[in-house]
Antibody
Framework: QVQLVQSGAEVRKPGDSVKVSCKAS????????ILWVRQAPGQGLEWMGW????????NFAQKFQGRIMMTRDTSISTAYMELRRLRSDDTAVYYC??????????????WGQGTLVTVSS | NFMLTQPHSVSESPGKTVTISCTGS????????VQWYQQRPGRAPTTVIY?????PSGVPDRFSGSIDRSSNSASLTISGLKTEDEADYYC?????????FGGGTKLTVL
């Protein structure tokens, strides 16, 4: 079955970087965009960006300008999201999801299990 | 930048019907598909409605979605409420190449 498995929880200090991985299985990795979303404790879902695994193209929300990098390794069907210059308000669960919208709209399905990133001094 | 607004919380009794709204701030919400996700505590979201009114396999037909152009809103309706429906629900749409989520609605079934 289609599955996205994310890397484990991380603890970082303010100013550090974190890189979260998302390994896909059960489908052809390069055929679907990967989307990234985060959820701060007790808060709603916040879209971060997306990447096309086929060519590496993508887009990200303006608020992460200069701090986010999304990459992929097609040889191991894995997408990565790196967030730099971490602040305490970056503490959140980070999710990846497959874009099931066929390339012409965004539909997150399925989701990874989530990766908790804690930023604390 | 468009925004999607949902009520913060709704509550209803088992067996009843509840509707959760998702109102677009600008443009026409009918211009792009709306999806709805259910999120139980400590779990990743799952889709209950996609393309405004389509149910993924495995989602019971108690869940339905609709678009109201006159109010520029989308709605998720859950009939025959069960205690297991208690969760947070998020609407989601998009604008050019960016994505927007509603703020989420906490459904309490009491």
């Amino acid at each position: 079955q289609v599955q996205l498995v994310q890397s484990g929880a991380e603890v970082r200090k303010p100013g550090d970087s974190v890189k979260v991985s998302c390994k896909a299985s059960g489908y052809t990795f390069s055929d679907y965009n990967i989307l990234w979303v985060r959820q701060a404790p007790g808060q709603g879902l916040e879209w971060m960006g997306w990447i096309n695994p086929n060519n590496g193209d993508g887009n990200f929300a303006q608020k992460f300008q200069g701090r986010i990098m999304m990459t992929r390794d097609t040889s191991i069907s894995t997408a990565y999201m790196e967030l730099r210059r971490l602040r305490s308000d970056d503490t959140a669960v980070y999710y990846c999801a497959r874009d099931d919208g066929g390339g012409w709209y965004f539909w997150f399905d399925p989701w990874g299990q989530g990766t908790l990133v804690t930023v604390s001094s | 930048n468009f925004m999607l607004t949902q009520p913060h919380s709704v509550s209803e009794s088992p067996g009843k019907t509840v509707t959760i709204s998702c109102t677009g701030s600008s443009g026409s919400i009918a211009s792009n598909f709306v999806q709805w996700y259910q999120q139980r505590p400590g779990r990743a979201p799952t889709t209950v409605i996609y393309e405004n009114n389509q149910r993924p396999s495995g989602v019971p037909d108690r869940f339905s979605g609709s678009i109201d152009r006159s109010s520029n809103s989308a709605s998720l309706t859950i009939s025959g409420l069960k205690t297991e429906d208690e969760a947070d629900y998020y609407c989601q749409s998009y604008d050019s190449s960016s994505v927007e989520f509603g703020g989420g609605t906490k459904l309490t079934v009491l």
